[in-house]
């Protein structure tokens, strides 16, 4: 039976993150990575084909985060990231069939025409809103609805949270999901005034101000493909990480703890820490605590089918000069809103071709990940067509489909997670990292697996 300091359940960033912590804080431990699959990176993957760069999944990172920085410092990386265009910054809702621009400033928020002037109006009586809501946990909808009314919180904070967790306002946790933005309302009561006292605040201190969800950011991804910081992890820790090692389950053993995997192998480990999906994590640790299952099996997940497209850039009709666009669920279209990727990111296309990122599916459409290629690739291109207006199928696509893409941090998500650390207190040496539980984006992964590697002595 092989013997660990500590083990990695998890190959994807989370878990990586952890291993390159470790090795820099003591490269005395010894270490292992176990990874189920043939390949690291988790929901991260690049594909080169035919001079196009498909993502799999997440497309990068916002650069606000100095830890995530610091990381691809560490990990050699600095000179080849790569940051959004910064003329691709106009994003734009689909309103009644056409796409709008969201306004950025409070003059082009007036003139805009992504509400009615009623709308507008309700917006601009935000000071004047209700107070805190009535229950500790409130959803993302009923917040934006007794601040904004519900126009804007079906076009302008709908969308916005399909694209970012693929998931319902009406059901998401305000205070799980946007923690600074909760806070806020707790200190100042209006949101307008809280974001006017920041920026003063900001001014006199010589900073930037960011918005009500937190500071700002570009996005950034690695040359080429997001994929490329993962194969610089492999590149320097290969020797740590055992690939195609599902583990089954884990047990006690006096102060030690049993990892099992699928060949009958044992390893018994001082440390562990878990980087798998919660439902992963939920199997692998139902013979050390039923309950620490069950409180990991309460978090769901909403599948994502992403569908990357390459056309001929003379076939687009619309122009391209942007991010992409959402698409509320009033509009009742399937597709949840597309990247421009080849306006974001340079030499992700062929010259003079265009790529587009397309989502499809949420939590509002769990249906729509047991179609058929045929019939993913039907629904996007005819959506594309009604929006952007395309004269000619595309040269090239790829589906990537994630069963359980992106976890929901629902109503009472801060609840589930005092049960699970009540459970994990009941434990020494065991921690857990991942998206399920603190944040979604890559920065809350790498920022939980840094605070756990950091509470290792030498």
Same mark, same amino acid.
């Given at each position: 039976?092989?013997?660990?300091?500590?083990?990695?359940?998890?190959?994807?960033?989370?878990? +990586?993150?952890?291993?390159?912590?470790?090795?820099?804080?003591? %490269?005395?431990?010894?270490?292992?990575?176990?990874?189920?699959?043939?390949?690291?990176?988790?929901?991260?993957?690049?594909?080169?084909?035919?001079?196009?760069?498909?993502?799999?999944?997440?497309?990068?990172?916002?650069?606000?985060?100095?830890?995530?920085?610091? !990381?691809?410092?560490?990990?050699?990386?600095?000179?080849?990231?790569?940051?959004?265009?910064?003329?691709?910054?106009?994003? @734009?809702?689909?309103?009644?069939?056409?796409?709008?621009?969201?306004?950025?400033?409070?003059?082009?928020?007036?003139?805009?025409?992504? +509400?009615?002037?009623?709308?507008?109006?309700?917006?601009?009586?935000?000071? !004047?809103?209700?107070?805190?809501?009535?229950?500790?946990?409130?959803?993302?909808? /009923?917040?934006?609805?007794?601040?904004?009314? &519900?126009?804007? %919180? /079906?076009?302008?904070?709908?969308?916005?949270?399909?694209?970012? @967790?693929?998931?319902?306002?009406?059901?998401?946790?305000?205070?799980?999901?946007?923690?600074?933005?909760?806070?806020?309302?707790?200190?100042?009561?209006?949101?307008?005034?809280?974001?006017?006292?920041?920026?003063?605040?900001?001014?006199?201190?010589?900073?930037?101000?960011?918005?009500?969800?937190?500071?700002?950011?570009?996005?950034?991804?690695?040359?080429?493909?997001?994929?490329?910081?993962?194969?610089? *992890?492999?590149?320097?820790?290969? /020797?740590?990480?055992?690939?195609?090692?599902?583990?089954?389950? &884990?047990?006690?053993?006096?102060?030690? $703890?049993?990892?099992?995997?699928?060949?009958?192998?044992?390893?018994?480990?001082?440390?562990?820490?878990?980087?798998?999906?919660?439902?992963?994590?939920?199997?692998?640790?139902?013979?050390?605590?039923?309950?620490?299952?069950?409180?990991?099996?309460?978090?769901?997940? =909403?599948?994502?089918?992403?569908?990357?497209?390459?056309?001929?850039?003379?076939?687009?009709?619309?122009? !391209?000069?942007? *991010?992409? *666009?959402?698409?509320?669920?009033?509009?009742?279209?399937?597709?949840?809103?597309?990247?421009?990727?080849?306006?974001?990111?340079?030499?992700?296309?062929?010259?003079?071709?265009?790529?587009?990122?397309?989502?499809?599916?949420?939590?509002? /459409?769990?249906?729509?990940?047991?179609?058929?290629? %045929?019939?993913?690739?039907?629904?996007?291109?005819?959506?594309?067509?009604?929006?952007?207006?395309?004269? =000619?199928?595309?040269?090239?696509?790829?589906?990537?489909?994630?069963?359980?893409?992106?976890?929901?941090?629902?109503?009472?998500?801060?609840?589930?997670?005092?049960?699970?650390?009540?459970? !994990?207190?009941? *434990?020494?040496?065991? $921690?857990?990292?991942?998206?399920?539980? $603190?944040?979604?984006?890559?920065?809350?992964?790498?920022?939980?697996?840094?605070?756990?590697?950091?509470?290792?002595?030498?």
């Amino acid at each position: 039976m092989s013997q660990l300091d500590v083990a990695i359940i998890g190959g994807g960033i989370s878990g +990586l993150s952890a291993l390159h912590y470790l090795r820099q804080k003591n %490269a005395g431990l010894n270490i292992r990575l176990f990874e189920s699959d043939s390949r690291p990176g988790g929901t991260i993957g690049t594909d080169f084909i035919d001079g196009y760069s498909f993502d799999h999944g997440p497309n990068g990172f916002l650069d606000r985060e100095p830890l995530t920085l610091q !990381l691809c410092d560490e990990l050699g990386l600095t000179d080849q990231l790569e940051r959004a265009n910064e003329n691709a910054s106009k994003r @734009f809702i689909l309103r009644k069939g056409k796409l709008r621009e969201v306004p950025m400033s409070p003059p082009k928020f007036l003139s805009s025409d992504i +509400l009615s002037l009623k709308g507008k109006l309700r917006v601009m009586m935000e000071p !004047l809103s209700s107070s805190l809501g009535d229950t500790e946990d409130e959803s993302l909808y /009923d917040f934006a609805k007794r601040h904004m009314g &519900i126009e804007a %919180a /079906d076009y302008l904070i709908q969308p916005m949270v399909s694209g970012i @967790f693929g998931g319902l306002a009406e059901r998401l946790s305000l205070k799980s999901c946007f923690p600074i933005m909760a806070e806020m309302e707790k200190e100042y009561g209006s949101l307008f005034k809280a974001m006017i006292k920041k920026s003063n605040k900001a001014k006199t201190e010589g900073k930037k101000s960011g918005g009500p969800g937190g500071p700002g950011g570009r996005l950034t991804s690695v040359r080429g493909g997001l994929y490329g910081i993962i194969e610089r *992890f492999v590149e320097l820790y290969s /020797d740590f990480i055992q690939l195609d090692t599902p583990v089954k389950s &884990i047990s006690r053993e006096d102060d030690a $703890y049993l990892i099992h995997v699928e060949n009958s192998q044992t390893i018994k480990t001082k440390h562990i820490i878990i980087a798998t999906p919660s439902y992963i994590t939920a199997e692998i640790t139902k013979q050390l605590s039923e309950s620490l299952s069950e409180s990991l099996s309460k978090i769901d997940y =909403a599948p994502i089918a992403v569908v990357c497209q390459g056309y001929q850039k003379s076939n687009i009709k619309h122009s !391209l000069d942007g *991010f992409g *666009f959402l698409v509320p669920k009033k509009e009742n279209l399937r597709i949840l809103g597309s990247i421009w990727t080849s306006s974001i990111f340079a030499e992700r296309t062929p010259k003079d071709c265009v790529q587009f990122r397309s989502m499809v599916g949420g939590d509002g /459409d769990h249906e729509s990940i047991q179609l058929s290629d %045929a019939d993913i690739l039907s629904t996007v291109e005819s959506d594309l067509d009604a929006i952007i207006g395309i004269k =000619a199928p595309p040269e090239i696509t790829s589906i990537y489909r994630w069963k359980n893409g992106i976890p929901q941090y629902k109503v009472g998500h801060s609840e589930v997670m005092k049960q699970i650390e009540a459970e !994990l207190g009941k *434990f020494e040496n065991i $921690y857990i990292s991942g998206n399920a539980y $603190y944040g979604i984006g890559l920065n809350d992964c790498v920022k939980q697996s840094y605070a756990i590697a950091h509470k290792f002595t030498k």
